[in-house]
């Protein structure tokens, strides 16, 4: 998978190996703000790795429930300074959009670790209007111990880095649709959500997402938001996930490697 533009940084470093001292180039994974505007209006900064920021932002109009549909957006793209130097903010106009743009500004502030670190309040964690995801959908646990697997021989960024998380989306048969890479795990999340967003495959009702990492409430609240029936994670949840999953009925899937899972939620749509 190529490397999006600006996601890595070149740096001079001077490596200690038994004894050994040597001076040489490293690959460090990029770390900068990105600012959302909508109608002109500053709502959030996000620290992201550069790359897919039109997704990003079309992913966290949508899993933050500013926005159900690629509909109500009326244009988004990047802004891009009169001196020519690449911007840092992505201009959002929406149609018929009826929401208290000071209540946006205090309730959001993401930062590269947790976005949900920066909410105002525990009141505005909770996304309105989250719904059970497809019962019906069904994966085989052949499928699912396969995907880390793919998922780690796609990680562009992280091959080059050591030092970002990742999103992958699959289907049933354990087909790769789509992967994005960010210093944030909500970020890379955001990422697939706006991809799917911006190509109409909304709700993901038929699918699998793989993150890196631990899964956590706000990435369980994100594939919700998407309409994702299995969330999946190479590390553990943390007792709010699991709490969010079970109540709304996603299944959740944490310590996927090798050949061995544990389901924290819904383990119909995985274990036969």
Known sequence: ????????????????EDGRVRSLQDSLAAEEPLEIRIGGVPITVTMRTPGHDIELSAGFLL??????????????????????????????E????????????????????????????INAIRVRGLRQPDTSFRLDPEVLCRLP?????????????GGLHAAALFDASGQLLAL?????????VD????WALMQKKLPLTRHVLLVSGRGGFEIVQKALAAGIPILASVSAPSSLAVQLARELGLTLVGFLR???????????????
């Open 1 to 16: 998978m190529r490397t999006p533009e600006r996601s890595v940084e070149l740096t001079q470093v001077t490596e200690w």
């Open 63 to 92: 899993t933050e429930g500013i926005i159900q549909s690629p509909d109500q957006i009326a244009s988004l793209r990047t802004m891009t300074p009169e001196n020519g130097v690449r911007s840092n903010i992505v201009e959002v």
């Open 94 to 121: 929406l149609k018929d959009s009826d929401f208290d743009f000071e209540d946006l500004q205090r309730n959001f502030f993401a930062a590269s670790s947790c976005g949900i670190c920066g909410k105002a309040s």
């Open 149 to 161: 697997e793919t998922l780690l021989s796609e990680q562009a960024v992280f091959s080059r880095t």
């Open 180 to 188: 994005r890479e960010d210093i944030g795990r909500h970020n890379a």
């Open 191 to 194: 990422k697939i959500a706006g």
């Open 258 to 272: 090798g050949r061995r899972f544990v389901v924290y939620a819904g383990a119909f749509r995985c274990i036969p």
